[in-house]
T-cell receptor, first 114, second 113 residues
Framework: EAGVAQSPRYKIIEKRQSVAFWCNPISGHATLYWYQQILGQGPKLLIQFQNNGVVDDSQLPKDRFSAERLKGVDSTLKIQPAKLEDSAVYLC????????????FGPGTRLTVL | AQSVTQLGSHVSVSEGALVLLRCNYSSSVPPYLFWYVQYPNQGLQLLLKYTSAATLVKGINGFEAEFKKSETSFHLTKPSAHMSDAAEYFCAVLNNAGNMLTFGGGTRLMVKP
């Protein structure tokens, strides 16, 4: 079974530029998550989708971050414009359902904002 | 709101020694608790989870954790450390609505030969 795929693996941009990350979850997983992991910290949930609907985006900085999950499969996370403090690893995870179901994580995208 | 505290951002043990990684949680209801491991440049992998069944939970790679309500703890242990156990370990708690994991700050385990 293929795991969660993410691209790109690494991205370096200058502040005020835009960037987008892509995630392909495990086939059949209804729930998709985006996390931000700042160096030395645990992952922080940004947004959760159930199929193509948003379940929770309370910790998403909506003035600059946006995410979508068209057709309830792949998802993109966008930052526009980026700030220095956005430097982090962005992790995508998926689970069959929500709740205590195991979340399967992708390898992440490491973003550096200069 | 739920929260998780992991005591010790770095733990170093010798190969073959006992591994003990500490996790304390705060929750107003019986929690669902998780331990994840993260190897360098990889995503997180579930080690084990507690879902209000047995208080001693066995996971992969010889790890286990014990839920102690009186101490609000869910410490992770392994009797004998291997070099391959060197990684970052995260404790997490599921929120009351059952839709959000809150992670601790992580503990980096180093294993000396």
């Amino acid at each position: 079974e293929a795991g969660v795929a993410q691209s790109p693996r690494y991205k370096i941009i200058e502040k005020r530029q835009s960037v987008a990350f892509w995630c392909n979850p495990i086939s059949g997983h209804a729930t998709l998550y985006w996390y931000q992991q700042i160096l030395g910290q645990g992952p922080k949930l940004l947004i959760q989708f159930q199929n193509n609907g948003v379940v929770d985006d309370s910790q998403l900085p909506k003035d600059r971050f946006s995410a979508e999950r068209l057709k309830g499969v792949d998802s993109t996370l966008k930052i526009q414009p980026a700030k220095l403090e956005d430097s982090a690893v962005y992790l995508c995870a998926s689970s069959l359902l929500a709740g205590e179901d195991e979340q399967f994580f992708g390898p992440g995208t490491r973003l550096t904002v200069l | 709101a739920q929260s998780v505290t992991q005591l010790g951002s770095h733990v170093s043990v010798s190969e073959g020694a006992l591994v003990l990684l500490r996790c304390n949680y705060s929750s107003s209801v019986p929690p669902y608790l998780f331990w994840y491991v993260q190897y360098p440049n990889q995503g997180l992998q579930l080690l084990l989870k507690y879902t209000s069944a047995a208080t001693l939970v066995k996971g992969i790679n010889g790890f286990e954790a014990e839920f102690k309500k009186s101490e609000t703890s869910f410490h992770l242990t392994k009797p004998s450390a291997h070099m391959s156990d060197a990684a970052e370990y995260f404790c997490a708690v599921l929120n009351n609505a059952g839709n959000m994991l809150t992670f601790g700050g992580g503990t980096r385990l180093m294993v000396k030969p």
